[in-house]
């Protein structure tokens, strides 16, 4: 006991303390290191992901500019083009390239289309593909055209009793239209055209000369029936243009086209037509 053995044992409680500080110490070290570590580990992965997002976002970026680069590059590739001669048979030149010019593409900046007129036929280069199209709008148009005869009758409202049988067919209609009391046949004439031509036929009555001039604008046939779109015009050497008129006339009926009345101390007149299909030679006769 005494002093010396008490400052013994504060020594020793020292020391004791001493190495508990110490080992603490070194475990505390120790663990702050471990969590060192992780927190180094987590920046890795968290650095290691941002790489990831930055090559994705790249490849993002790169794959629409190839995708671009890729179809400017088809762009520029010429097509093939292929010369083709169409020899016509009814059809003109110029009516022909009218029909085709919407399938060659002389505008292509890498193969531009064309397509060149010649007396008998049309030259085109073109692809392929629009060179059987215009193979087949061409089969189908360059056909004869249809003739066409019109037969004009002058008929006159002279108040006539007795009905005319060379106007029979068409008196009734007359009666509908006009209040006149009679008709009476007094001049008629043919004349004939094709689809896109006119034909003038002159012909006179009681000293005053008539010209009648027929455009035949379009023919619409159909199977035991069709139609005729016409442009009519009748002048006369006494008062110019005494009648025009532009109607769709069915074929084999005979239409009143309208009435005219030249002299006023005359009686008037009124102008029909019928419209028949025939071959070319008959409609040039």
Request: charged letters at 25%; proline letters at 5%; glycine letters at 8%.
């Amino acid at each position: 006991g005494g002093p010396y053995g008490r400052i013994r044992n504060a020594r020793s409680f020292d020391h004791g303390r001493l190495v508990f500080l110490s080992r603490l110490s070194r475990r505390l070290i120790h663990r702050e290191s471990r969590f060192d570590d992780d927190d180094q580990d987590r920046a890795r992965k968290a650095r290691d992901i941002d790489q990831r997002e930055d090559e994705a976002m790249k490849m993002r970026r790169t794959i629409p500019v190839l995708a671009v680069l890729a179809i400017a590059s088809g762009c520029g590739v010429a097509p093939e083009l292929d010369t083709r001669t169409f020899e016509l048979q009814y059809l003109q030149p110029a009516e022909a390239v009218e029909m085709v010019i919407p399938y060659v593409y002389d505008d292509r900046p890498d193969g531009p289309g064309m397509v060149t007129p010649f007396s008998s036929g049309i030259t085109v280069r073109e692809t392929a593909d629009n060179l059987e199209k215009i193979a087949r709008v061409l089969e189908e148009y360059d056909r004869p055209k249809p003739g066409v005869r019109l037969l004009f009758q002058l008929i006159q409202a002279n108040g006539a009793e007795a009905v005319d049988p060379r106007i029979r067919d068409v008196e009734q209609a007359l009666r509908e239209l006009f209040r006149f009391e009679g008709y009476e046949l007094v001049a008629e004439t043919q004349l004939g055209a094709v689809v896109g031509s006119g034909s003038t036929q002159v012909f006179g009555h009681e000293g005053v000369q008539y010209a009648i001039t027929a455009h035949i604008q379009n023919v619409r046939e159909k199977a035991g029936a069709g139609a005729v779109e016409l442009h009519v015009e009748l002048m006369s050497n006494q008062i110019g243009r005494a009648m025009t008129t532009a109607m769709t006339v069915p074929v084999g009926r005979t239409v009143v086209l309208g009435s005219t009345q030249p002299d006023p101390e005359r009686a008037a007149l009124i102008l029909t037509v019928r419209p028949e299909l025939v071959t070319l030679s008959e409609a040039g006769s």
